[in-house]
């Protein structure tokens, strides 16, 4: 296992939520906090350091007690540009990423994907569940940094694409399959909450 000193943690939380209406997702309140207190809460552990990744509500984030990036590229260019923010950012050899408004990661995130990335010698590996690519919970080498920026300034937006053209791996995590529930719509979050109002605060 990697160890955590060794990984950064970013949470991306810079998108414009259009199937939310708009509004800073990261900072909708989901059974009592804001979705990305929830997040933190169980990011933290299992990372050494934490960023946020965001492009509107700056003070708001910063406010939580965390260093807050912003994409370096103009118009909400979608996650590989919070990525990008993230990798610019981190002097460790790793980097987490999750999305904010996936909040009930499994506690063994991190041991599970490290594993895989040390023993796959791969370069990227990413969480799957039911069949579906959780592609935006993914452990990264830092050392693709500068191949990340190169596919950006060729027009790359798609996570999935840049990682078909490095040695990625995939994890199952059939068993916490609800751990990779997000929330793109009021609904889901009502959802959301009434789940994590369940669990343990």
């Excluded at 935006?136 to 840049?162: I, N, Q, S, V, Y």
């Amino acid at each position: 296992m990697i160890e955590r000193d060794r990984i950064t943690g970013v949470i991306l939380a810079g998108g414009q939520a259009r199937r939310m209406g708009g509004i800073d997702k990261g900072l909708v309140e989901v059974a009592g906090r804001p979705m990305i207190e929830w997040t933190l809460r169980a990011l933290q552990p299992q990372v050494g350091k934490i960023v946020v990744n965001a492009n509107r509500s700056l003070e708001s984030y910063r406010d939580l007690g965390v260093t807050v990036v912003q994409d370096r590229l103009d118009g909400f260019q979608g996650p590989l540009a919070g990525l990008h923010a993230a990798f610019s950012n981190a002097d460790t050899d790793y980097l987490l990423c999750v999305p904010c408004d996936a909040p009930r990661l499994p506690t063994d995130l991190v041991r599970r994907l490290s594993e895989a990335l040390i023993i796959e010698q791969a370069e990227i590996v990413v969480a799957e569940a039911g069949g579906r690519l959780h592609s935006l919970h993914a452990l990264f080498d830092c050392r693709l940094a500068g191949d990340l920026a190169e596919r950006l300034a060729e027009g790359e937006r798609k996570p999935d694409r840049w990682y078909a053209g490095r040695k990625f791996v995939r994890v199952a995590f059939d068993d916490a399959a609800d751990a990779f529930l997000n929330v793109n719509t009021p609904d889901q979050r009502d959802a959301l909450a009434a789940m994590l109002s369940t669990e343990t605060p």
